[in-house]
Structure formats: C-alpha cells, structure tokens
C-alpha cells in the first residue's frame, strides 16, 4: 500500500488515503471515501525531482504521492514509462544538441523570419498609418528634443527653396520641411513616416560653413541631405523599422507577457529608430539618382558626410558609457562612413553632371 494524498476535483479538502495496485485496477481507500479505478483511467504526470508524483483520474480527482520510494513503486505498478524527451534530456549530448537547435532555430527566426514577415506586414499597411505615425513621432519630437529654429526668416525660406526643387513631380507621402533647433541631435536630418522632413539648424549651420556662404557647393550638400530623407520617405523606411521592431516585441511579449509594452513603445521606437545597412545605402542610391536627374554632383554630399564624420569621431560621447550617451547618440542614425562617401564619389566620376 501506498499513503497518498487524494482531491475530489469539487472541492479543497484533502483527504489521506491509501493506494492499493490490483489487477488492473487502482483502488483508492480512506475513511468513509473508497474508489476503484481501472489503469486506463489513470494518468501518471511526468515526474519532477523533489516534487510529489501525481495521479490525474478521468473523473476530476486526483491524488499526490510523496515519497521517491513510492513514487516509483506506483509508476512500476501503472507501466508507467517515460517519454522520448525525458530520456533525450538524461543524456547531457541529447540536451546541448536540442540547446543548439534551440539556438539556431531562434537565429533563423531573428535574422530571416521576422524580418520577412515584417516587410509582408509593413507593404500591407494603408498610407493613412503613415500619417499617423508621422504625427505622433513628430509631437514627441518637438515636446521632448526640438524647439522653434533660430535661423533668419529668409535662411529657411532658401532651405524650403533648394526641396520645392527636388521633390519628385508624385510622391509617396505630401513632403512637408520643418526647420528646427535641436542641440542635443546636433547635425541632422530626420524623415518622418507622413513625408515630413525635420533638419536641426547646426546642420544647415555645418552646411553653410564660417564664412556663411550658400553658394552652388552648400546647396549642392543640402539637397543631398533632403534628397536622402526623401528617399526614406519612398521607400517607407521607417514603416518597415517600425513593422519590424513591433513585430519582434509581440514575438517577445507572447513568450514572456506583457503585450501592454508594444503599444505603449511604439513612439520611442519611431523616435528612436535606426536604418538598417541595406536601408542607408537604398537611400543614398535615391539621393544620387536624384541629384542627377537634376544635374547636381553627389561629390558635395560626400564631403559634407565626412564632415560629419570628423564631427562624430571628435564626440566624447563616444567614450561614455551607452545610457550617458544616448541622446547625443542620436545623430549617429545616419552615420556617414567612408564607405558611403566613397560610394557618391564613384557615383559621381561615373557621370558628372
């Protein structure tokens, strides 16, 4: 016999009995309470170290055992054997190769799988989302990082001026500029998903240079910026970094809860949000294809990228650790590498305008 704790399935009471193994039958004995049941009405749960062994009954009850001795007195009693997977994990070579596939399973997922879904689910969402998104994401900017640009009335009318003519004839989205101080982004540009484009006076600034000229050069190197940016906007860069990033939260919030985190991230995702490689230079080749079709050089452009770069290089930042850094970190989501410049370079020996 084996001393056993029995539940009725209809209440918490806990009532000691005792189990008794007959042919073919399981009978369940204590006080006033006395059940039989046959082997096929009974289910052994897969046994943990240290933890009681536990009998579910195809009527509701169920019944726990304590006790290694008598658990495994009671699995020889039912047949009980373990399962596949109980015996892999036994064997610590059966356990690191299910580590493995568990790893690269996971890999795959990440590097492949999601990226695919999410480019599915970003070229299925309507424009009107962009709009949305845009609007959001330019609030938080505003509240949080931008302030009115302190640049002369006539300054941003000629910033205005050099877009008005190079935005393409139909674009994706109505392209709208936003001249904004911004210290803590430094030198830049940021598309928007609704077709905004926010440049920071020290980029203008950069552009312009000492001796504050706006000459053929400064424009030539604001129009790539703008150029740049707008092929973001064509491409939907930033629905797709969006798609992409929600999407691997709700995989994250399915595994460990908390689904309330994804909505409620999606604004600083937009806000803080970086091009993938692929993405940078499918962006550079819409600037370059541009400035040609209006008879610019990409040749200004680079320099001004390794401007930047010199700029990015010489930014203490660099040196602190990533939470001192994050905000002045910003600039780098357009980082201009040499790669990049010697790119425009090339694009522009292979036929000067």
């Not at 070579?93 to 590097?111: E, H, K």
């Not at 906007?233 to 691997?248: D, G, N, P, Q």
């Not at 995989?251 to 689904?259: Q, V």
């Amino acid at each position: 016999m084996i001393n056993a704790h029995y539940f009725d399935g209809h209440s918490a009471r806990l009532h000691p009995v005792e189990l008794t193994a007959g042919h073919g039958a399981l009978l369940v004995m204590g006080g006033a309470l006395a059940r039989e049941y046959s082997y096929a009405q009974v289910t052994l749960a897969e046994p943990f170290a240290q933890a009681p062994a536990v009998l579910y009954f195809d009527d509701g009850a169920r019944c726990e055992v304590t006790g290694a001795d008598a658990a495994r007195a009671l699995a020889q009693a039912l047949g009980y054997r373990k399962s596949a997977v109980m015996r892999w994990q036994q064997h610590w070579y059966a356990a690191l190769a299910a580590l493995a596939l568990l790893i690269g399973v996971g890999f795959a997922i990440v590097t492949w799988g999601l990226p695919a879904a999410a480019e599915q689910i970003a070229a299925a969402l309507p424009p009107s989302l962009d709009q949305q998104l845009g609007r959001t994401a330019r609030r938080a900017l505003e509240a949080q990082l931008m302030a009115p640009s302190r640049l002369s009335e006539q300054r941003v009318a000629q910033v205005e001026q050099v877009l008005r003519a190079i935005v393409p004839a139909a674009p994706r989205q109505p392209i709208r500029l936003l001249v904004r101080s911004a210290p803590r982004l430094g030198a830049n540009a940021l598309a928007l998903p609704d077709g905004t484009i926010m440049v920071t006076d020290a980029m203008i600034l950069q552009i312009l240079g000492k001796d504050d000229s706006f000459d053929e050069r400064q424009q030539a190197q604001l129009a790539g910026v703008l150029a740049h940016e707008l092929g973001h906007i064509a491409y939907r860069h930033s629905v797709r970094v969006m798609a992409r990033s929600s999407l691997t939260a709700a995989a994250s919030a399915a595994l460990f809860g908390d689904f309330s985190a994804v909505a409620a991230g999606l604004p600083a995702v937009v806000m803080n949000m970086h091009y993938s490689r692929a993405m940078e230079t499918e962006a550079d080749g819409y600037a370059i294809a541009l400035l040609k079709q209006h008879g610019m050089s990409p040749a200004p452009l680079a320099d001004l990228f390794d401007a930047l770069e010199k700029i990015h290089e010489a930014d203490p930042s660099r040196h602190l650790p990533r939470w001192m850094a994050v905000t002045i970190a910003y600039a780098s989501s357009h980082p201009a590498s040499g790669e990049r410049s010697e790119r425009l370079r090339r694009a522009a020996q292979a036929a000067p305008p």
